[in-house]
Structure formats: structure tokens, C-alpha cells
């Protein structure tokens, strides 16, 4: 059994990697440029500075990718009625559970510490986080494991005393290496038998945690209020 638990946030935790996506491929287009969903999945879970690399590869250039991030920005930051990026089913039930049997919690994302902040904040459960480890706060992204390292460090917990909980191949693998046992729960891209095998569960949707969460930290862990 697990003493701790360490989350993915983008596309795990908040539903935005789709939302994302979309808007690139969009703004793409607006610029004369076919941007494919099979291509924009290859930089999920990577760093911001390694994506930033490989967007400007398929958009053509440098000037164009700095036009594109413009206006992918404006569109992502309009002001709306409530958060941008929702909660994804079933995250907010499986916290609250592991914070009753006084698990450990963490964040290990590839997104920079202070917007990792602002998105857990927005959709109320930043309180359930002891500790963040975030892209900008480590030399290399996922697949590195430096990250899932971090995130142990600062909640005191060795790795392989930690569960981490992932929706994408790169941090998939950044945890593994890290030395720890992983929750696969895809988003975007289902994961390859390879991934499959890394992974301690392979789940549909977060929601399906709750299930398993006695037996992954032990029978205080229970999904009982």
C-alpha cells in the first residue's frame, strides 16, 4: 500500500488539454496552416519550453508560432461566467477521500508553478495539495523524471511510497522512472501496450479510482464520508 499520492494536473485533474488543443488547431487555421490533433498529441505532458520547440516545427517558424501563441492566449484568458478549465468528474470525491485518511497529497506538472496555483485555486482544490512541483521549476520536463522527483522531495515522501496518477505517455514514464507506481487514466491519447504495462491501473475515468482507493492506501482510505 501507498503513503502518498502525487497528481498530474492538465488532463487529469482539469479538463483542459481538449480545450487547448482545439484552440491551437483553430488559430492554426485562421493562419493558413493545417495543424492535426495526431500532431498537437505529441507534445502532451512535456515540458512548456520543449512544446514551445516542437509547435514552431509544425507551425513553419518561429514568427509564426509567436503570432499563433498570441492569439491562442487572448482566446484562452477571455473572461467567462466560471473557470475556464473545469474539474474533471470524480477528482474532487477521489481528493476529498484521500484527505480524510490523511493522505499526502502533491502536484507534479508540467504547467509553471504559479499557473498550476491559479487553476487549482479556480476550481477549489488547491487546499488539498501539501506540496507543487512544477515544469518551470526543473532543468528537463516529462519524460524526465525530475518533476515526479520534486514533488516527492517536498512532500517528505520516498518515491516508491508514492502513487502517482497520470493521463499521458510522457509523464507516464516520468513517474515510472522516478520510482514510482502509476494510475494510467487517458485523456487524449489511449495508451499503448508498452504504457499499458508500465502502469500499475489503466482506467477509463477518474471516477473508477474511488474503487480501488482502500486497497491502494489501505482501508482508511475508505470513499465513506
Known sequence: MFSAAVFDMDGLLIDSERTIMNTWIAVARELGITLLPSDYVRIIGRSLRECHVMLAEMLGSEAVFSEART???????????????????????????????????????????????????RVGVLPFFRAIAGGDEVARGKPDPAVYRLAAERLGAPAAHCLAFEDSENGIRAAVDAGMAVVAVPDLKAPTDEIAALSLHVLAQLDDALAHVPAWFGPRASVAA
Open 71 to 121: 492569439r491562442v492566449r487572448a482566446q484562452l484568458t477571455e473572461p467567462q461566467a466560471g473557470p475556464l478549465f473545469p474539474l474533471k468528474s470524480g477528482a474532487a470525491d477521489l481528493l476529498a477521500s484521500l484527505a480524510r485518511a490523511g493522505i499526502p497529497c502533491a502536484v507534479a506538472s508540467s504547467s509553471g508553478r504559479e499557473e498550476i496555483e491559479l487553476r487549482l485555486r
